[in-house]
């Protein structure tokens, strides 16, 4: 997404919409998809099958579609870029 919004959109001027970036819209997509399925694999051992449907659905239309809706992409990319480097710290 960033590499999408940033690159092409801003430096190159293309505009970003489904027809001209078909490809990296469905590559997003199975990347979110996977980021679901692991989640919800390493939640499942702890807190079972109901309960992390509902922390996913909880966090996923509780936090992220939020925050994906009210924050511009270039606070989203760097809030990304912070999240992800902590984590790579905390668990590298």
Same mark, same amino acid.
């Given at each position: 997404?960033? !590499?999408?919004?940033? !690159?092409?959109?801003?430096?190159?001027?293309?505009?970003?919409? @489904?027809?001209?970036?078909?490809?990296?819209?469905?590559?997003?997509?199975?990347?979110?998809?996977?980021?679901?399925?692991?989640?919800?694999?390493?939640?499942?051992?702890? @807190? *079972?099958?109901?309960?992390?449907?509902?922390?996913? $659905?909880?966090?996923?239309?509780?936090?992220? $579609?939020?925050?994906?809706? $009210?924050?511009?992409? @270039?606070?989203?990319?760097?809030? *990304?870029?912070?999240?992800?480097?902590?984590?790579?710290?905390? @668990?590298?």
């Amino acid at each position: 997404k960033a !590499y999408v919004v940033m !690159y092409h959109g801003k430096i190159q001027g293309k505009t970003v919409n @489904y027809q001209n970036f078909r490809n990296e819209t469905h590559g997003i997509m199975f990347l979110i998809l996977l980021a679901s399925v692991s989640f919800q694999l390493a939640l499942w051992p702890a @807190y *079972g099958g109901w309960k992390t449907f509902f922390i996913l $659905i909880l966090f996923g239309f509780g936090i992220l $579609i939020q925050f994906a809706l $009210i924050v511009p992409s @270039y606070v989203q990319n760097l809030v *990304g870029a912070i999240v992800m480097t902590f984590f790579l710290q905390e @668990y590298a």
